[in-house]
């Protein structure tokens, strides 16, 4: 972060100190610096974001400094808090620091003390700029699985542990953050999910959290369409959402051959991608629910100059039940890697252990 782009606010009653301290700072290259001169003040300007905060201890009301450092500790900001004082006494000194302020220097120390609060907010940047937010980091691992349930496959942006804009890739995230002009010193940035590449996964064999299915709607024996097909896509979506999650790919064989898509665009009216995942959405939405939709992403990837589709499925906390093609209700879960259909007294007894088990959670 160069300095210019440092976002400051400066709160501060003595004017003439003031004036004094926006030239030291304009001196040293600052341009974004916002003033207050009372702690209400101070407070209402924190809905903006600042990346430092310059503030005196004693102001209309004792203790001023303490104010807006807990202000900024109960609004989870990401902002460094610098105490500058002429009150230097070591028990504000020390009780700052336990309420977490960067640093704590005296107007009234030795040689030039507008030298040293410029370092103080040098050394803050640098230390962010190489450490990240802390805060922002522990608010996502605390909240992964969550985040996982409502931004799986995509990047956020958190800034005070708040999830403030996503993308499908960081390039496109950025450019968000650009156009919002939000400050990346106070920004965390993440991929929630890990979406492994389809090249890579082909190379495993089927298990419980991966099957392989050639097409979703062509018959390759009778070389035609065959709707039924998709039910057996459609069953091994289901038994994901029941079990552990996992993904299923569609355009490769059970033996890891490359089948592509290419027969099952062909009897698409548009023949695009974009329509085979809508018809993808569409049959889940149909079938299981469209309440499901947030736990499923579909991707595509072309291999070998053929396109195969992964569809990453994750568990769901809510019992997936799938109507199958005579429009009977059905319940699949993974057996090692097959989906297996539930009778009804299986089917009665998980259900009972996934409500025990939502209970317990």
């Given at each position: 972060m160069q300095t210019k782009n440092i976002h400051l606010l400066l709160v501060e009653d003595n004017s003439g100190y003031l004036t004094q301290l926006i030239e030291w700072l304009n001196d040293y290259g600052y341009r974004q610096i916002q003033t207050a001169s009372s702690v209400v003040e101070a407070t209402e300007k924190l809905c903006d974001p600042f990346d430092v905060i310059i503030a005196d201890m004693r102001m209309e009301q004792d203790n001023s400094g303490f104010v807006i450092l807990e202000e900024v500790k109960a609004r989870n900001l990401s902002s460094v808090v610098i105490i500058?004082?002429?009150?230097?006494?070591?028990?504000?000194?020390?009780?700052?620091?336990?309420?977490?302020?960067?640093?704590?220097?005296?107007?009234?120390?030795?040689?030039?003390?507008?030298?040293?609060?410029?370092?103080?907010?040098?050394?803050?940047?640098?230390?962010?700029?190489?450490?990240?937010?802390?805060?922002?980091?522990?608010?996502?691992?605390?909240?992964?699985?969550?985040?996982?349930?409502?931004?799986?496959?995509?990047?956020?942006?958190?800034?005070?542990?708040?999830?403030?804009?996503?993308?499908?890739?960081?390039?496109?995230?950025?450019?968000?953050?650009?156009?919002?002009?939000?400050?990346?010193?106070?920004?965390?940035?993440?991929?929630?999910?890990?979406?492994?590449?389809?090249?890579?996964?082909?190379?495993?064999?089927?298990?419980?959290?991966?099957?392989?299915?050639?097409?979703?709607?062509?018959?390759?024996?009778?070389?035609?369409?065959?709707?039924?097909?998709?039910?057996?896509?459609?069953?091994?979506?289901a038994a994901f959402l029941n079990s552990e999650g996992g993904t299923l790919i569609i355009g490769v064989e059970d033996d890891g051959n490359i089948f592509g898509l290419e027969q099952d665009l062909v009897i698409l009216s548009k023949g695009s991608l974009d329509q085979f995942e809508q018809t993808i959405v569409h049959l889940i939405c149909t079938y299981i629910g469209a309440g499901f939709m947030s736990l499923v992403t579909v991707r595509f990837e072309t291999i070998d100059s053929k396109t195969v589709c992964a569809i990453d499925v994750r568990k769901s906390d809510i019992i997936a039940v799938m109507q199958g093609k005579d429009k009977k209700s059905e319940l699949y879960i993974r057996a090692g890697n097959t989906s297996k259909s539930l009778d009804i007294s299986a089917t009665v007894e998980f259900c009972l252990n996934q409500n025990k088990n939502n209970i317990k959670s």
């Open positions: 500058l004082t002429a009150n230097d006494n070591v028990v504000d000194c020390r009780n700052a620091f336990k309420l977490q302020a960067w640093d704590y220097i005296s107007k009234t120390m030795r040689g030039n003390v507008f030298d040293a609060l410029h370092d103080s907010i040098q050394e803050a940047i640098t230390y962010f700029n190489r450490w990240g937010n802390v805060h922002n980091e522990q608010w996502i691992t605390e909240n992964l699985e969550i985040l996982e349930k409502d931004y799986w496959g995509k990047y956020i942006a958190v800034i005070n542990k708040t999830v403030i804009e996503t993308a499908d890739n960081e390039d496109t995230l950025n450019a968000l953050l650009e156009e919002r002009k939000l400050r990346r010193f106070l920004t965390t940035i993440r991929k929630i999910g890990d979406l492994q590449p389809i090249s890579q996964l082909i190379k495993l064999p089927e298990s419980p959290k991966l099957e392989y299915k050639s097409t979703l709607q062509w018959d390759v024996r009778q070389n035609r369409k065959n709707e039924d097909l998709k039910f057996s896509v459609l069953k091994t979506i």
